[in-house]
């Protein structure tokens, strides 16, 4: 495993403090590495590995549909339809609660659609370029420069400024903050609805409520990034349908594709009639039809196993589990979430117990210093809370 690290690291850029272990397979919820040893998977790829690893079912299914569209075609360009594109536009809108799609590539891509689409649909009204955005403090969007000019942590922005213009924070669930900030030139308010590397912070009902009804009163549009809490990890397809508080825009991605690289934002018909038109935006790759092929059999296995319901009962097992372990250790100063996405602040870094519970056999990742992170794959069961408690007492104590 050391060899294949040494070399790895004669060619790659070094942008990830990586953790010294090379993963080679997965079965069920675990990884292997190269050397042969099981991890129990509580990351899963950082929310994106929904469907765990070589299910027998699951996963045959999803191979055998992407081996057959690579067989048939993978890429023809925008420029052309292609029956999975169709067929996966068809069932995602109808999931989300949209009207409209657009694929990309990845999240961040998906924020950048977002935000052209928030500063068209302004431009449209009044033929100003001067609108400006409202996003959230401590918010993650993505590292490209849109993406990060959204992102309420400077730490992230500093060393790439200037970002794109006309960005305002406000402070999640303080509605004040928000309307101390609107002003005639406000065009959209964006967030998190779950904030995930934030600190794993769900958005307060009424806070929500309150943003309905000041953007519908001032048409202002309503913008949902569901990159990480979407897609069946909080016990509905889409955090915000627990809240019953629908976005005009929302972006979404990682376990869109299980995998398979793809982003995708949407709309309400209203705001697509009124914001990107032909020649607008675009994307060599996005929607080509392999990628749609795997969004469209991903959405047919959530919807063959019932995965939300599944989500919220193991979701309230987990919660219980790390609240009975909370209150066991004075470190841990307050567990945060919602169904499979939960974080255990503690008063100290966690980076030494994550490399401990490595060792250990488990995989968990950090959200800031002193925030442990769970988004284990949907298919979890509840003796893998079980197990992964048992690891992670042992190395807390």
């Not at 070399?7 to 090379?22: G, M």
């Not at 992407?66 to 169709?86: E, G």
């Not at 990034?225 to 627990?242: K, P, S, T, V, Y």
């Not at 047919?300 to 790390?322: A, C, M, P, S, W």
Request: proline share 2%; charged share 25%; glycine share 8%.
């Amino acid at each position: 495993m050391q060899e294949y690290i040494d070399k790895a690291e004669q060619s790659l850029l070094h942008t990830y403090n990586r953790y010294q272990i090379v993963f080679d397979h997965g079965q069920g919820v675990h990884l292997y590495d190269t050397d042969g040893k099981a991890y129990l998977d509580f990351c899963a790829g950082i929310a994106v590995n929904a469907l765990g690893y070589g299910d027998a079912e699951l996963e045959k299914e999803l191979i055998d549909a992407l081996s057959d569209q690579v067989r048939k075609v993978t890429h023809i360009s925008n420029y052309y339809y292609s029956v999975p594109a169709m067929e996966a536009a068809t069932k995602l809108t109808k999931v989300a609660q949209m009207d409209r799609v657009f694929f990309t590539n990845s999240g961040a891509e998906a924020i950048e659609g977002v935000i052209k689409t928030a500063r068209k649909y302004a431009y449209l009204k009044d033929g100003s370029t001067d609108h400006e955005i409202i996003a959230m403090d401590h918010s993650f969007h993505g590292r490209t420069m849109g993406a990060l000019s959204v992102t309420g942590n400077a730490h992230y922005r500093e060393a790439f400024e200037p970002m794109i213009g006309n960005i305002r924070f406000a402070t999640m669930n303080d509605f004040d903050s928000v309307l101390a900030l609107v002003n005639d030139k406000t065009c959209a308010i964006l967030l998190e609805t779950v904030q995930g590397e934030g600190g794993i912070h769900p958005a307060d009902g009424e806070f929500l409520q309150k943003l309905r009804k000041l953007c519908d009163e001032k048409d202002i549009l309503l913008m949902f990034d569901e990159i990480q809490c979407g897609m069946g990890r909080c016990g509905a397809m889409f955090a915000w349908q627990l809240y019953g508080v629908r976005p005009d825009v929302m972006a979404t991605a990682k376990a869109l594709g299980c995998g398979v690289p793809v982003g995708a934002f949407m709309m309400t018909e209203k705001v697509a009639k009124a914001s990107l038109v032909a020649g607008d935006h675009g994307s060599t790759y996005g929607g080509n039809p392999l990628v749609c092929r795997a969004i469209s059999t991903v959405l047919d296995l959530f919807e063959k196993r019932n995965l939300t319901d599944h989500v919220k009962e193991v979701g309230e097992y987990l919660t219980e589990k790390l609240d009975a372990l909370a209150a066991k250790h004075d470190q841990i100063v307050e567990r945060r979430g919602i169904g499979l996405m939960q974080g255990l602040e503690f008063s100290c870094e966690v980076g030494p117990i994550l490399l401990k519970c490595l060792e250990k056999g488990l995989v968990l990742i950090n959200a800031g210093t002193n925030i442990i992170r769970f988004v284990p794959p949907l298919v979890i069961e509840k003796e893998d809370v079980d197990e992964m408690i048992d690891i992670l007492e042992e190395c807390l104590s």
